[in-house]
């Protein structure tokens, strides 16, 4: 749990440092890299081989999420600093998920929240404090927003899910913040989508429809008990 809160910590300091050194496209898609790493841990360590329909679901989200940010992308020379720093926060966050899913083996979801997020809070307040930011708010108002929808309702949900479904299914769901991020973008800040963007959001889509006709996820232990033995004893 405190490795956990560490990488989480970690993650998110050199994302942010880099998002102020590169592209909103490029932070969006090297920071969002454990997409695609974290499938492949399931497929290497934890051995859950996806079915062919789910082979192609993965196949079918890259390519989506490749039409969905391939159009800014921008490789250029001066924004190499910023790339490494959010390629370095995708790691990171692959590394925070690999250890909240271990976690999950043996802790409910909003204690393995409660305590990852505990152990992140001085890693990060050193980090702001060493690189001389401020730390105390002028306005609660965004600070409080931040923490309630994507802390502890977005961090929550993701935490739960990561004990309920294989690394496969969790890697293509997290596509769905570019599609997301291109809806905002379009609704409120009248960014026109192209073809080529709402073509990339229906393959995320499909994509979220295939990698569920697969075999079911296996359930955690305490879901997998036989309850019978338990009512058994209670007799003798």
């Given amino acids: 749990m405190i490795a956990g809160g560490v990488c989480f910590a970690a993650d998110l300091g050199a994302w942010h ?9 490029n932070a969006t898609l090297f920071g969002n890299a454990a997409t695609l ?13 996806p079915t062919r329909t789910q082979g192609w679901a993965l196949v079918l989200a890259a390519a989506g999420a490749a039409l969905l940010l391939g159009r800014s992308y921008e490789l250029d020379a001066k924004n190499l600093a910023g790339d490494l720093l959010c390629i370095l926060a ?22 393995a929240l409660t ?21 105390l708010p002028a306005h609660w108002g965004p600070l409080i927003g931040l923490a309630l929808c994507s802390q ?3 961090q929550g949900l993701m935490i739960y899910a990561l004990g309920r479904f294989t690394p496969l ?3 293509i769901a997290l596509l769905i913040q570019p599609v997301v991020a291109g809806m905002v973008g379009w609704l409120v800040y009248g960014e026109r989508l192209g073809a080529a963007d709402l073509v990339g959001v229906v393959m995320v889509a ?4 295939l990698v569920r006709q697969g075999p ?7 879901d997998t008990l036989d309850t019978s033995d338990f009512e058994r004893q209670e007799t003798v």
């Fill in 152 to 154: 502890v309702l977005g």
């Fill in 115 to 135: 305590l990852s997020t505990l152990a992140g809070i001085v890693p990060l307040l050193v980090f702001a404090l060493a690189m001389g930011e401020r730390v």
């Fill in 216 to 222: 079911p996820p296996e359930l955690p232990l305490e």
């Fill in 37 to 49: 790493m974290f499938p492949i841990y399931g497929f290497l360590i934890a051995k859950a081989w």
């Fill in 206 to 209: 499909i994509a979220l429809v």
């Fill in 90 to 111: 995708g790691l990171l966050y692959t590394v925070y998920f690999i250890l909240m899913a271990r976690a999950r083996a043996t802790l409910a979801p909003l204690s």
């Fill in 169 to 171: 299914v969790i890697g």
């Fill in 17 to 25: 440092l880099g998002i102020h050194r590169t592209t909103l496209a």
